[in-house]
């Protein structure tokens, strides 16, 4: 699937409690919608996709004992602005979650927890300017052996390089019951357009595992 024009794809979600507003460190995002601009150091700027997947995470102080067991729903987060762009990163969001020991098949428990996922994409390096396969130059003159004529070719059959794209994975765990996040995080990481970035199932599974293999280590919020 080639990627289509850069959109902006936006989870905005509910705030949680104020309690964990003021107990977030710097850096974290309890009290903030899922809608962070992507991050624009480590070489963003360069002429090559970044190798880099840059992840952060961060869990309620009294949630380990919850987290990686039990029923959990995967859904798009509320406000994601395009639909069919999430299919394949809720598929390698709930591959993880199994992996971590979830019950994934249970699509409309009432009890348990919820993965709200959002997803966005952001053009950080323009695609180049089309090249002409074919340029040069004629002269035609008159030399006192007679006319002249004389070409310079330049053959150039490269091809201009696509744009690179950021896409960042926000996922937010949060208890049903009481709708308080227990765990969230993200996960960022550039492609060429052409890389399908919008909605690729291999850049899906690239963030959704770097992001989950923090899922243990992630920053602990202390309790206010």
Same mark, same amino acid.
């Given at each position: 699937?080639?990627?289509?024009p ?6 905005f ?6 309690a ?14 899922? *809608?962070? &601009? ?8 360069? #002429? ?11 869990q309620?102080? *009294?949630?380990a ?8 729903t ?8 395009a639909e ?5 990163y ?8 199994a992996?971590?020991g979830?019950?994934?098949?249970v %699509?409309?428990?009432?009890g348990?927890?919820?993965a ?14 089309? &090249?002409k396969p ?5 002269? @035609?003159? @008159?030399? %006192?052996?007679? %006319? ?5 070719? %330049? ?6 390089k696509k744009?690179i794209?950021?896409?960042r994975?926000?996922? &937010?765990?949060? *208890? ?6 227990l ?6 990481a550039?492609?060429r357009? *052409?890389?399908d970035?919008l909605n690729n199932?291999?850049?899906a #599974? &690239?963030?959704?595992?770097?992001l989950?293999a923090?899922?243990a280590d ?7």
């Open positions: 699937m080639k990627a289509k850069i959109l902006s794809a936006v989870a979600l509910a705030a949680s409690s104020s964990f507003a003021q107990a977030m460190p710097p850096g974290g995002r309890w009290d903030q919608p899922m *809608d962070q &601009r992507i991050g624009r150091q480590n070489g963003r700027q360069s #002429a090559e996709p970044s190798r880099k997947v840059e992840v952060e995470a961060f309620a102080a *009294d949630a004992s919850l987290l990686g067991k039990g029923p959990i995967v859904a798009a987060a509320e406000g994601a602005e069919w762009k999430l299919p394949v809720e598929a390698a969001v709930v591959d993880q979650l992996k971590l979830y019950e994934t098949a %699509n409309g428990a009432e348990g927890q919820i709200q996922i959002g997803i966005r994409h952001e053009q950080v390096v323009p695609e180049e300017a089309k &090249r074919v340029s040069g130059a004629m002269e @035609v003159g @008159v030399s %006192n052996r007679g %006319n002249y004529t004389a070409m310079a070719l %330049n053959i150039d059959l490269t091809k201009a744009a794209v950021a896409t994975l926000d996922v &937010r765990i949060r *208890d049903k019951a009481s709708n308080r996040v765990w969230e995080g993200h996960a960022e550039q492609t357009e *052409d890389d970035g199932g291999a850049v #599974a &690239r963030l959704a595992s770097a989950f923090k899922f992630a920053q602990v919020v202390p309790a206010s």
